[in-house]
């Protein structure tokens, strides 16, 4: 069965940073593509990035040069770390794996002004 495990969210200032993890279990990490979501109060869930077996990388055009995704698979683990961070920014953040649709149970980022 796969989980997916969220952590690293909180409350930062404007401009702050703040890195979150996604460890995955019951998968053979490495051959699946992993992407984060996210979702404000009364918001569609939103893509915000993903990153490839071959670690190919996307992103949504308003998190461009301000989030990094990144894996490690030998920690079956995928980061996403946000720079720059703004009000807006402020969602319930999830990972989400491909292959499986499994969804994890998502961590809370709040960004004060």
């Known amino acids: 069965q796969v989980q997916l495990v969220e952590s690293g969210g909180g409350l930062v200032q404007a401009g702050g940073s703040l890195r979150l993890s996604c460890a995955a279990s019951?998968?053979?990490?490495?051959?699946?593509?992993i992407g984060w979501y996210r979702q404000a109060p009364g918001k569609q869930r939103e893509f915000i990035a993903a990153i490839s077996t071959g670690e190919t990388t996307n992103y949504a055009d308003s998190v461009k040069g301000r989030f990094t995704i990144s894996r490690d698979n030998a920690k079956n683990t995928v980061y996403l770390q946000m720079n720059s961070l703004k009000p807006e920014d402020s969602a319930v953040y999830y990972c989400h794996d491909y292959r499986t649709t499994t969804w994890g149970q998502g961590t809370q980022v709040t960004v004060s002004s």
């Open positions: 019951g998968i053979t990490f490495s051959i699946y593509a």
